[in-house]
């Protein structure tokens, strides 16, 4: 017997119109997130639309030419007015979008947006405030929740990579609208304890979950932070405010221990390994040039011959000496004539001056015989002294006085009788 068959196509068409006459598919109102959006060319939006179980592709057309869909992007939570249909040719069951409404978290997604270019004007985000995360650190301090797979990770990783380094846990509520507000004095408390670094970490989550992580008040918090701070907050591709004012952004909580701990233990053995390599290499290298440098100086003769560092001075030396002796010889030689002339003049000058001056001698001797007191006693004269003073006056003595009389051949004592003064 043989059996009836359809073909795919048939069976395709035959669920189309199941779905199509199912009342309750024919206008449907969906809550889920976009995702994987194209916004084509033609005007129509081709996207996925999902929650935390499945997803559904949907189709809007006409979209792109309505303003008020112009800012849907991928993460926002809608609610989707349509009807459920299925593209026969490639057997795939469609929701047909004919209204968008934006979901509460879609607003939270325009407050994120609108938050982060306020923020990122003010500079807040900028590179040139990013502190550098230490390649060594002693303590690193841990701001997350007290329970859950985040601390578990960071815990392990660091363990695992560079047990040196201690760490402290700073316990957190993570999730909830005091949440922002417990974080931020975990960060206060934590950054005036010396930490080389700090790690804010929690879990995956939904965009509702990890709101906490956009508070403008923790933002500005991290951005005054003394300490470096690296975030590993969710998983790719969530990002959160925290994300761009932190130092350093890790996709996990796992990610951010790897970023916290650039060194391994194994890799600083490592390191140190090559540097003692290259130390050695260079001291051999540098020894081995130095070794051939000496080599080749010894083999210089200076080295080589005693005499070698004096015999050019020794020859100089001696050419010095008779450059010397024979300057000399020929200065000699040549001022001799001068030197007889000058003799001849000296002697010449010699004698006309002793001749010219002879008689002035001769008169200076009569004017010194004239008036040689010696020669006035030969003449029959004397010299009288009164207690060894030549007397020329008589008013220079007085009676009773004793005088000394000097003679030619001798002299004698005398005391005045008598004082007669004469008439000029």
């Excluded at 449907?28 to 081709?46: M, R």
């Excluded at 996207?47 to 869909?69: E, Q, T, V, W």
């Excluded at 995956?204 to 003394?226: A, M, P, Q, R, V």
């Excluded at 001797?365 to 006056?393: M, W």
Aim: proline share 3%.
């Amino acid at each position: 017997m043989k059996a009836d068959f359809i073909t795919v196509l048939e069976l395709n068409k035959r669920i189309k119109l199941t779905l199509e006459d199912n009342v309750y598919l024919r206008d449907v109102l969906v809550k889920g997130e976009i995702s994987n959006l194209t916004k084509h060319s033609s005007g129509h939006f081709y996207f996925s639309l999902k929650d935390a179980n499945a997803s559904i592709k949907a189709i809007m057309f006409g979209a792109g030419r309505n303003p008020k869909y112009k800012t849907l992007k991928d993460g926002d939570s809608i609610l989707a007015n349509g009807s459920v249909s299925f593209y026969e040719n490639r057997g795939d069951a469609q929701l047909y979008v004919t209204n968008i409404i934006l979901d509460g978290i879609g607003l939270l997604y325009q407050q994120y947006e609108a938050l982060k270019q306020k923020l990122s004007l003010l500079g807040i985000f900028a590179v040139e405030h990013k502190k550098a995360i230490p390649l060594f650190p002693h303590k690193i301090g841990i701001i997350t929740s007290r329970t859950g797979d985040a601390i578990h990770d960071v815990l392990t990783t660091i363990k695992r990579r560079y047990p040196l380094v201690e760490t402290f846990v700073f316990p957190t509520t993570v999730q909830g609208d005091l949440a922002s507000q417990d974080i931020i004095k975990s960060l206060l408390l934590a950054d005036k304890q010396g930490f080389d670094t700090l790690i804010l970490a929690r879990g995956g989550g939904s965009f509702e979950d990890l709101w906490c992580f956009n508070d403008e008040l923790l933002i500005e918090t991290i951005y005054n932070l003394k300490t470096p701070l690296i975030t590993g907050v969710g998983h790719d591709p969530d990002y959160t405010l925290v994300d761009f004012v932190a130092d350093l952004r890790a996709p996990t909580p796992t990610g951010a221990a790897e970023r916290a701990t650039p060194y391994t233990l194994k890799d600083l053995n490592t390191t140190l390994q090559n540097y003692k390599s290259t130390l050695v290499n260079r001291i051999t290298n540098t020894t081995d040039k130095m070794e051939t440098r000496l080599n080749n100086i010894k083999e210089r003769p200076l080295f080589k011959q005693k005499d070698y560092l004096y015999r050019n001075s020794a020859l100089l030396l001696d050419n010095l000496i008779n450059s010397l002796a024979m300057n000399a010889k020929n200065f000699i030689s040549s001022n001799q004539n001068k030197i007889s002339l000058l003799k001849t003049h000296l002697a010449n000058n010699f004698l006309y001056n002793y001749r010219n001056n002879l008689s002035l001698i001769q008169q200076l001797k009569g004017k010194l015989e004239a008036y040689n007191p010696l020669g006035v006693l030969q003449r029959g004269y004397s010299i009288v002294e009164n207690k060894g003073k030549i007397l020329t006056s008589i008013t220079n003595v007085k009676i009773d006085d004793e005088i000394k009389i000097v003679f030619k051949d001798g002299s004698a004592e005398a005391k005045i009788k008598g004082v007669e003064h004469g008439k000029n």
